[in-house]
Nanobody
């Protein structure tokens, strides 16, 4: 059993940047694929994932070129760097952990076993 705690959300203006953090405790984070999802007014949406090795990532089209996922296994933390934020990025952002799949191409919520409580990101125009 692991626990995930997100932080770093807030209220920003369009064009600003934010970095979300997901601290993992309970087990070695290096054995999990990690991902970020978000949920605004619609169903939960995949944002980006990174393989347990850190060697590959997979990014949803709406955030491609603006968001970057990374992980620091020594600090047991996963990050989501968000640049050039847009009002449509407004959502609650969730960190998720799943089995050590070979690739990061796992955009389904069902691929992940553990979830954080979420952090709110609000982007004003």
């Amino acid at each position: 059993q692991i626990q995930l705690v997100e932080s770093g959300g807030g209220l920003v203006q369009a064009g600003d940047s934010l970095r979300l953090s997901c601290h993992v405790s309970g087990r070695t984070v290096s054995t999990y694929n990690m991902a970020w999802f978000r949920q605004g007014s619609k169903e939960r949406e995949f944002v980006e994932a990174i393989a347990y090795t850190g060697g590959s990532s997979y990014t949803a089209d709406p955030v491609k070129g603006r968001f970057t996922i990374s992980r620091d296994n020594a600090k047991t933390t996963v990050y989501l760097q968000m640049n050039n934020l847009k009002p449509e990025d407004t959502a609650v952002y969730y960190c998720a952990a799943g089995p050590p799949y070979f690739s990061a191409n796992h955009p389904s919520p069902g691929d992940y076993n553990y979830w954080g409580q979420g952090t709110q990101v609000t982007v004003s125009s």
